[in-house]
């Protein structure tokens, strides 16, 4: 069962016993604030911090665009592809701005992700709306395994999405779906936990249908306040989940 957190990178300095001491064996998700952030630091000193602290680590999520096909990108790609080997991780999330990417760019990327034996996740937070079914229909093109979709629940709240309709969506793209991000927003669009009684989605209502599914997914509680916060709010939802899959 993946029931892990999002790390933002620049915490680690600040929070490092704290971290260590929480989620040594808790499944995360280190994430970098932007491209500068990833690109200025070594390759030793970013798995070398993530081996100290974490044993159990999901994803690499990076901010890079690869709607575009640049030589910086598939360096950078290389340089994800390699950190996440490295430390254990089973996946590397990106964003697209774009549906339609070219089938040469994507086979250069499914090369590099298939010889790492990692998983290239495409975080749909930046890409228009309109352009999502492109996506899915281009990824559905390419061999399997290697490409696949995350999927925010509080995003699609924000976008005035009904529970059902998130539901609706994601068996649309179950075959490609590997991340859930477990995020909720309130009436005025502001972030609050996922199983918070103030969000617009009942998310263990959501969690409930979706029950038969999370075996196979990676849900990350994409929320961070604290290490503390957030590891209570882990501790919640894994004890909730648990319940559900022990119905089945």
């Given at each position: 069962?993946?029931?892990?957190?999002?790390?933002?990178?620049?915490?680690?300095?600040?929070h490092?016993?704290?971290?260590?001491?929480?989620?040594?064996?808790?499944?995360?998700?280190?994430?970098?604030?932007d491209?500068?952030?990833?690109e200025?630091?070594?390759?030793?000193?970013?798995?070398?911090?993530?081996?100290?602290?974490?044993?159990?680590?999901?994803?690499?999520?990076?901010?890079?665009?690869?709607?575009?096909?640049?030589?910086?990108?598939?360096?950078?790609?290389?340089?994800?592809?390699?950190?996440?080997?490295?430390?254990l991780?089973?996946n590397?999330?990106?964003?697209?701005?774009?549906?339609?990417?070219?089938?040469?760019?994507?086979?250069?990327?499914?090369?590099?992700?298939?010889?790492?034996?990692?998983?290239?996740?495409?975080?749909?937070?930046?890409?228009?709306?309109?352009?999502?079914?492109?996506?899915?229909?281009?990824?559905?093109?390419?061999?399997?395994?290697?490409?696949?979709?995350?999927?925010?629940?509080?995003?699609?709240?924000?976008?005035?999405?009904?529970?059902?309709?998130?539901?609706?969506?994601?068996?649309?793209?179950?075959?490609?779906?590997?991340?859930?991000?477990?995020?909720?927003?309130?009436?005025?669009?502001?972030?609050?936990?996922?199983?918070?009684?103030?969000?617009?989605?009942?998310?263990?209502?959501?969690?409930?249908?979706?029950?038969?599914?999370?075996?196979?997914?990676?849900?990350?509680?994409?929320h961070?306040?604290?290490?503390?916060?957030?590891?209570?709010?882990?501790?919640?939802?894994?004890?909730?989940?648990?319940?559900?899959?022990?119905?089945?």
């Amino acid at each position: 069962m993946n029931i892990g957190i999002r790390v933002p990178w620049r915490n680690l300095g600040k929070h490092l016993y704290t971290y260590r001491l929480l989620f040594d064996d808790a499944p995360v998700e280190v994430s970098f604030k932007d491209i500068n952030e990833f690109e200025n630091e070594y390759i030793v000193d970013i798995t070398s911090a993530l081996e100290d602290i974490f044993s159990h680590i999901l994803s690499l999520r990076i901010p890079i665009d690869v709607s575009h096909d640049s030589e910086r990108n598939f360096e950078l790609l290389e340089k994800a592809a390699y950190i996440a080997s490295e430390t254990l991780a089973e996946n590397v999330v990106v964003s697209t701005r774009r549906g339609d990417l070219k089938e040469a760019w994507l086979e250069k990327i499914h090369e590099l992700m298939s010889s790492y034996k990692l998983r290239l996740c495409f975080d749909l937070s930046q890409i228009p709306e309109c352009c999502e079914k492109d996506l899915f229909e281009t990824l559905k093109e390419m061999p399997r395994g290697v490409f696949k979709i995350c999927y925010n629940i509080g995003k699609k709240a924000l976008e005035g999405l009904s529970e059902e309709e998130i539901l609706q969506d994601m068996a649309s793209i179950l075959g490609l779906l590997q991340i859930i991000y477990l995020s909720n927003v309130d009436e005025n669009g502001l972030q609050v936990p996922p199983l918070s009684f103030n969000g617009r989605i009942n998310m263990a209502r959501l969690l409930e249908d979706i029950a038969e599914e999370i075996p196979s997914l990676c849900l990350i509680i994409d929320h961070s306040i604290s290490p503390e916060q957030d590891y209570r709010e882990l501790v919640r939802l894994r004890e909730f989940i648990l319940s559900l899959t022990e119905k089945e």
